[in-house]
């Protein structure tokens, strides 16, 4: 029973363009989500992050946008650079159980083409 | 000088061998864990230590083993290796176990059960 999933594999995109990464997730208790980037070899880095409280947030080319309704987030990069090839993973949790446990999806591949 | 350190990087073995796969961070935090990413690709949550002290315990398989010597190691030990256990085990300490801590990475070790 995955809880968070990112739908789509992959994604391709022109340098320069926007790229939008989707995330959907099913635990209505889930009340903070974090995206993480991912290099091959590399472990994950943290990339940017939400509180249900807040419905947007933004960190230079990246913003983050939630939608409780639809249990959905995204992810907005603009522009798109070819150093933001990686994989990006959306991550949940819940803020009560104070365990820092972090619920993944399986990842969606980026790649900006120059 | 790397945050969290993985050793090995690379681990083949044969069914039932027991290995050991070691974890270190330097970056001062009380909580580390252990994750594993399988062939679909999602990260999971295994174990969390915080100040030595277990915090999560998933559902993992009794052959599966965190050892935390001390606040700066998290080992992970694996009894009569199995087919299944072929995936990328990845170490990761935080600050602390609030939900605004963000997770740091190792590179993650690759091991191969033949």
């Known amino acids: 029973d995955q809880q968070v999933k990112q739908n789509s594999p992959s994604l391709s995109v022109q340098e320069g363009r926007i790229s939008i990464l989707n995330c959907d997730y099913t635990n209505s208790m889930f009340d903070y989500f974090l995206w993480y980037k991912k290099y091959p070899a590399e472990g994950p880095t943290f990339l940017i992050s939400?509180?249900?409280?807040?419905d947007k947030n933004e960190d230079g080319r990246f913003t983050v946008f939630l939608n409780k309704s639809a249990k959905h987030l995204s992810l907005h990069i603009v522009p798109s650079q070819p150093g933001d090839s990686a994989v990006y993973f959306c991550a949940a949790s819940v803020g009560s159980s104070n365990t820092g446990k972090l619920i993944f999806g399986q990842g969606t591949t980026l790649q900006v083409k120059p | 000088d790397t945050a969290v350190s993985q050793t090995p990087k690379y681990l083949v073995t044969q069914m039932g061998n027991d290995k050991s796969i070691k974890c270190e961070q330097n970056?001062?935090?009380?909580?580390m864990y252990w994750y594993k990413q399988d062939s679909k690709k999602f990260l999971k949550i295994m174990f969390s230590y915080n100040n030595k002290e277990l915090i999560i315990n998933e559902t993992v398989p009794n052959r599966f083993s965190p050892k935390s010597p001390d606040k700066a190691h998290l080992n992970l030990h694996i009894n009569s290796l199995e087919l299944g256990d072929s995936a990328v085990y990845f170490c990761a300490s935080s600050p602390g176990t609030g939900i605004v801590e963000t997770q740091y990475f190792g590179p993650g070790t690759r091991l191969l059960v033949l």
């Open positions: 939400i509180s249900s409280i807040k």
């Open positions: 970056l001062g935090h009380d909580t």
